[in-house]
């Protein structure tokens, strides 16, 4: 492990949990920005992988707000929620799944380094003299 990340995790196990919180939130909204963005190319999946009315039958920007639109549960005019609804549940899916993985993710390096932390304290309590330590070669 280098010493930045263990510097590092040792300083983030140390934090607060609500710490932790805001980075996993932190993660989630940066999760969210990236399903909006990325809304478009999974409508267009979505149209290509036979959802929607014209389902396989079109290309580009027809085939993404066609497929947007289904997963948003149809048009508006139709009752559902259209692109923006089909935008919607991309992004909302995306921020659970970011916030779930940061929230994994930050939960481990805390760990790392509250372990870090107290094998340094375990082995700066134990006082070795100059001699007491011995080494074996391997190999």
Do not use: H, N
């Not at 932390?117 to 011995?134: H, I, L, P």
């Amino acid at each position: 492990m280098s010493s930045i990340f263990r510097d590092f995790s040792e300083w983030y196990g140390s934090q607060d949990t609500w710490v932790q919180v805001v980075v996993a939130v932190a993660g989630g909204g940066v999760a969210v920005a990236g399903g909006i963005l990325a809304a478009p190319v999974v409508g267009a999946a979505a149209s290509a992988a036979g959802l929607g009315v014209a389902a396989g039958t079109l290309s580009g920007a027809a085939a993404s707000s066609a497929g947007l639109a289904a997963l948003g549960g149809g048009s508006i005019a139709a009752g559902g929620l259209g692109m923006a609804g089909g935008t919607a549940i991309v992004a909302a899916a995306s921020g659970v799944v970011g916030t779930a993985a940061v929230g994994a993710a930050s939960a481990r390096v805390g760990r790392v380094g509250r372990d870090s932390a107290r094998v340094a304290r375990e082995a700066k309590a134990t006082d070795v003299a100059d001699g007491d330590v011995s080494f074996e070669e391997v190999g």
